[in-house]
Structure formats: C-alpha cells, structure tokens
C-alpha cells in the first residue's frame, strides 16, 4: 500500500505539476493578442468569439515553438523539472515534422497547465470548505449546476480527505503525461538520432584505437626498456665485481650498458612522441637480424646463453620478425630476472610454414638475480599472450619438469587469409 502511495508523497511529482502550472501562466501574457479577432467582431456569437480567441491564443503559442532557442529552453527546464533524460539538439536544421514537435509540446503543456491548474485548485478548496462542521454550518460546492454537500458529520471529513488526494493524483497524472510527451515531442527526431548514434560510433571508433596504440606502445616499452634496464643492472653488478680482477672485462660490461641504454633511449623519444601526439620519429624496428646482439648483450651480463638456430628466419619479415624480436626479448628478460642460473637455452626454428620459438631456463633459488631480486609487474606474460594472438599463433609458459621453465611460441609464416 505504501509503495502505491509513494509517488504522491514524492517531491518530484509536485515539481512537474509545478512546472505544467509555470507552463500556463506563462501562455497569459499572449491571451490579449488572442483576443483581438473577437474584439474586432464583436457581432459574433460568443461561442464563435471563444473558438476564435482559442484558436489564435494556440497559433501564437506554436509559433513560439518555432524558435531554436525555444527547444533548447524547454529541454533544459525539462530535464530540470521533469528528471527526463533528454539530450542536447543536434545541431541540424530539422525539417517537415520535426519542426512542429516544439509546438505539440508547448500546446500540450499549457492545455495540461491549465486543465490541471483549474481542477487541482478546485478539488483543494473544495477540500478545506467540506468539513463545515467547524463553521457550524452546512458545506458545499458547486459549479455550474453540479453541487457536493456534506454534512457536519465524518462524511464532511472523508469528502475533504478524498478531495485533498484526488488533487495530488491529478498532480501525479500531469507529470506522467508531460513525462511520456517529453521523449517523444523534446526528444532527438530520426535523424538526429542517428546522427547521434553515428557520432557515438565515431567517438568510440577513435578511442578503441587511441586505447590499442597505447597498448601496442606500453607493451614495447615493457619489452624494451624492461629488458634494457634488466640488462643493465646485472652488467652494472658484474662491472662493479670484475672492476679491480679483471678490467677489460669490467669495460667490456660498461660498453655493453651504454649500447643496450642507448637503444632504450630510441624506443623511449619514439613512444613518447607518440603518447605527446608529436611528429615521431622512425620506429626502432629490430627484428631477428639483430638476434645476435641481443644474445650478446646477455653475455656481458654475465649469462650463459646456449642458441640454437635452423632454418632461414630470414624468411620472416616485417611485422612476424619484429614480434619475434619482441618475444625472444622478453623471454630472456624473465629468464634474466626470475632465473636461477645456468645456461639459457634460446631457440629458433624457422620453416616454411611456421616459425618455432622457445627460452628453457632453469628455476630455483638463485643469487643476486634469481626470484625477489627484481619487481615484477604482471604484464609481461599477458602482454605476450596478445602479441601471439594477434598474429594467430601459439604459446605456452609453464614449469618444464622440477628445476626449468620453458616458453615456447609458434607463429605462422602465413596468416590465413
């Protein structure tokens, strides 16, 4: 019973009934001009001079309507006043029917203005005169010829109680009818809503593909700068041992670094080009050609690195060579932070039709650079996972019996078409 009654209790209801009233004191200030036609044939029948003000009192009030500015006024007060979620016009010129939809709406909120306005106010009066027990006499209403007479008695009473809610049902119906007519006469046309929604595809278009270039440059400077950095420190650490032993190896180590920092410098200026919406520069594209250097770099960090290469991987071009890289790079970089020790098996095997990857190192507790020696960010494996993807291959990452790990990746040469 409560959960019936509870939009009468709702202040919301009032403020549409408030803003319907607003609607028809506002149409007063035309109902003069309207009235100069029957002013001017004062011959005329009265109901002819009442039609004939209505009908004019009503062409003024569309003509209103007409106005752009007219539409975005009423929009706004009734998303205000009506809590109707109504959006902004386009900013197209609207044509044939569309044009009239203001008008309806303004003919439709001042009728409802007035109807409810008149009836509201009667029911309350008639609410606050019913009980004349109090004036010590018998109260009653009446309109045209339609008379209410109540007694002093409780039937005084429970008329003024059904009065007083009759009023705020009528309140109630003439904010659900302006807030069924709002969507429909205030609302977008056919078109405009299909220029919305066009504009919406092109809003989400253009940021699916912000979000996937964001994407494709956080995973290269997770592979690049995370391997670099990686890379570096464990040659810093043996440059720092060997520096007094062994100086040439020391150098060799420092050498290393500043090869390996330079090129994250390049991925660096080209991503952050990109994120800054400049002009950038040539993208780093290293590919499989430049495998031998990356293993390189892995020895003068100190690594035991074991390839093993067959095939022509030269076959692999482009974009397949490049995600090879990528991989391969990554792969060393887990086995560099993650690994225990001891050599590092890398391989490539290129065919015809596919080309095979993998990175075994061994796991375990390790030295300085074994697990817990390096933060880890949680990317790095699912970054992997949507590379291989993309390119519609395969990969597994997993424990390779009880002391190695192995991740292994095949790639078609040739997509499917």
């Known amino acids: 019973m409560f959960r019936g009654i509870r939009p009468l209790l709702s202040g919301s209801t009032y403020a549409g009934a408030l803003f319907a009233y607003c609607g028809a004191l506002a149409s007063l200030p035309l109902l003069p001009f309207a009235a100069l036609p029957a002013v001017a044939w004062p011959s005329a029948p009265v109901g002819v001079q009442f039609a004939l003000t209505a009908l004019v009192w009503a062409v003024l009030i569309g003509a209103i309507g007409l106005a752009r500015t007219t539409r975005r006024v ?3 007060c009734a998303r205000r006043m009506l809590g109707v979620p109504l959006p902004d016009p386009v900013g197209e010129r609207r044509r044939g029917a569309d ?18 306005a008149q009836l509201g106010v009667l029911l309350f009066v008639a609410g606050l005169l019913l009980p004349g027990g109090w004036a010590g006499a018998e109260a009653g209403v009446s309109v045209h010829g339609w008379s209410l007479r109540a007694g002093s008695g409780w039937q005084s009473w429970a008329a003024a109680l059904c009065c007083v809610l009759l009023a705020a049902a009528l309140c109630l119906a003439v904010t659900y009818a302006l807030r069924w007519l709002a969507p429909r006469l ?3 046309s056919s078109g405009e809503r299909l220029a919305l929604a066009a504009e919406r595809e092109r809003a989400l278009a253009e940021r699916e593909r912000v979000l996937a270039e964001r994407n494709r440059l956080a995973h290269e400077l997770h ?14 650490a043996v440059a720092g041992e060997m520096l007094g032993a062994d100086p040439v ?3 060799a180590a420092l050498r290393s670094i500043e090869e390996s920092t330079r090129a994250a410098l390049e991925d660096l200026d080209y991503v952050l080009g990109m994120l800054r919406e400049e002009k950038a520069g040539t993208a780093p594209a290293r590919t499989l050609a430049d495998l031998p250097e990356l293993l390189d770099r892995l020895r003068h960090a100190g690594a035991v ?3 093993d290469l067959s095939g022509d991987y030269a076959q692999a071009q482009g974009t397949l060579s490049r995600a090879a890289y990528r991989i391969l790079q990554e792969g060393l970089t887990n086995a560099l932070r993650h690994g225990a020790g001891g050599p590092i098996q890398v391989k490539v095997a ?7 990857l993998a990175v075994v190192n061994r796991t375990g507790a390790g ?5 817990g020696a390096f933060p880890t960010s949680g990317h790095g494996l699912p970054g992997l996972v949507e590379r291989v993807r993309l390119l519609n291959g395969e990969i597994e990452a997993g424990p390779d019996g009880p002391e190695h790990w192995r991740l292994a990746v095949r790639l078609p040469v040739r997509l499917p078409a």
């Open 186 to 188: 205030l609302g977008p």
């Open 249 to 251: 190896a020391a150098r």
């Open 305 to 307: 690195v074991e390839p």
């Open 223 to 236: 592979d690049s700068i995370g391997h670099t950095l990686t890379a570096a420190t464990i040659q810093a």
């Open 99 to 116: 044009r009239l939809r203001t008008p309806l709406w303004l003919l439709s909120h001042v009728l409802l203005g007035w109807v409810g």
């Open 367 to 371: 030295s300085g650079t074994g697990q």
């Open 350 to 356: 290129a065919a015809p039709d596919s080309l095979e």
């Open 74 to 76: 009423l929009i706004a």
